[in-house]
């Protein structure tokens, strides 16, 4: 029997989840529904349309990565290697374990659902400002948003061929391209 009330965590939670996995135009609304135990009708009480969810969901995976990953660069007790490092690797386990919601979304509504690409720039203006600030503490403020730009790039384009090749060669090569743009400033993300 389907439960009558459940938490919008539980909802975001689960919804995350199913996008992940089955893309936003293949997931319905009673594949969600049923995830959270709830009867079709019953979600509507909780998002008025499937694309409310979506943008719900964007910003709930966006507040997860500003907190636990972009959040990173911001700590001052680390250098700038040990930022870089940290924010990557953690960047890898949750793209890769879970799929990149913000990638996926990005590219399969961009053209046809208008409406969350701003929230999907967002995270990605928040991922270079990151990266930005880490390279700021070895480079100036222009080559610093540029390698940010590069970097955030060559990592979405590192974790689209990891899944599509099954292989996480790709996203370990674009870390060592990484540590190798920290080389040529004399250090070592890898320590």
Known sequence: MPKQKVSVDYILKQSLRLFR???YHNTSIADIAEACGLLKGSLYHYFPSKEALMIAVIKYAHAYFNREVFA???NEELDAQQKMEQMFKKSERALLSD???MGN???ETARV???F???IRDFFEDWIKA?????MQITNEEDALRLAEQTVTEFEGAVMMSRIFKDPKFVHNAYDRLT???AAFGLNPQN
Request: hydrophobic content about 40%; overall charge positive; proline content about 4%.
């Open 21 to 23: 996995k089955k893309s």
């Open 72 to 74: 990173i660069a911001y």
């Open 99 to 101: 799929g990149d919601i």
């Open 105 to 107: 979304i990005g590219v």
């Open 113 to 115: 659902i208008p409406e």
């Open 117 to 119: 690409s701003e929230s």
């Open 131 to 135: 990266v930005k600030v880490i390279f």
């Open 180 to 182: 190798h743009r920290f």
